[in-house]
């Protein structure tokens, strides 16, 4: 867009470009503190313990940055409520507005010393997701937005619009699946007959933002343990990009359920039209 003001040299804004608000600065400077916090600790020996089995690791790490994320909440919002998978202190309802917070996102990763773990941290106002920020502190990346405002990516000291692939065709279509972690998961075998043209392996709490990046259409969870906190961000980032996030059988992501978990685990991709496909394929395999 070009602006000329009497005889001046014209002016030239470019529109795709955005100037956080005030809430996404204060999550954003939260954000670079965790960061602090998972960078000491990465790649270092440290000692693991697991919350319910083997597959559900769980670090000092995880433990430091959520205390810091949800004091430091708690301080810029302190009308808020937070749910944090890392703490027991579990809102009593979420009717009001409700932080969704992985202070580790990718606990497995980074554990294993790979760089794609993150810090996930949304925004739930009447059962809608309205802010949300995902950062990847090893690889430098930062995604957020809000409600009605659009999606971005960190790029150099600025933000700059992200928009989702338009590619409506499984067959054309690119699939984001887990990095292999160990657990046996019988929902993926049936996946596989999904006739994806690639599958792309990603171990961070960032899949959506690959998705409302354009870099890839869709991703499936295959983790029934899956909770709000994995998604809360990464959906407001995906559908203001032009994507969209529903369950397994295709209903919207119930936020106001008593149980933190998903029941249905969920479904992001690129369009519509995409996303009705996949919810078909789905239904047919019965998964």
Same mark, same amino acid.
């Given at each position: ?62 433990? /430091?940055?959520?205390?810091? &994320? +949800?004091?430091?909440?708690? !301080? ?5 409520? @937070?749910?944090?998978? #890392? ?91 887990? /990095?292999?972690?160990?657990? &046996? +998961?019988?929902?993926?075998? !049936? ?5 994806? @043209?690639?599958?792309? #392996? ?86």
């Amino acid at each position: 867009m070009e602006y000329k003001l009497n005889n001046m040299e014209k002016i030239i804004i470019n529109t795709n470009e955005m100037i956080p608000s005030e809430l996404a600065e204060k999550v954003f400077n939260i954000t670079d503190e965790a960061s602090v916090i998972l960078r000491k600790y990465f790649q270092q020996i440290i000692d693991i313990d697991y919350k319910k089995d083997e597959f559900d690791p769980v670090t000092v790490a995880d433990k /430091e940055s959520d205390t810091l &994320i +949800r004091e430091q909440l708690h !301080k810029a919002f302190p009308d808020d409520l @937070i749910l944090s998978e #890392e703490n027991d202190n579990i809102p009593e309802n979420y009717v009001d507005r409700v932080w969704m917070v992985d202070p580790l996102n990718g606990t497995k990763s980074f554990i294993k010393g790979v760089d794609t773990f993150g810090i996930v941290i949304g925004l739930v106002e009447n059962r809608t997701p309205t802010f949300g920020c995902v950062t990847v502190p090893a690889q430098n990346k930062v995604f957020y937005a809000e409600k009605g405002k659009g999606a971005f990516e960190k790029i150099g000291s600025g933000f700059e619009k992200i928009h989702t692939s338009t590619i409506s065709e499984i067959k054309g279509s690119r699939l984001i699946t887990r /990095e292999p972690s160990g657990d &046996i +998961r019988p929902i993926e075998e !049936k996946l596989n007959q999904i006739p994806f @043209i690639q599958r792309i #392996e990603e171990g961070s709490g960032a899949k959506l933002c690959t998705i409302a990046k354009g870099d890839a259409e869709s991703h499936i969870n295959t983790n029934f343990r899956a909770g709000k906190w994995d998604i809360a961000a990464q959906q407001i980032i995906l559908e203001e990009a032009g994507g969209i996030v529903t369950d397994l059988d295709g209903k919207p992501i119930d936020y106001q359920k008593e149980s933190v978990n998903l029941e249905r685990s969920f479904v992001a991709s690129a369009n519509k039209e995409l996303h009705e496909k996949i919810i078909a394929e789905l239904t047919k395999l019965q998964v």
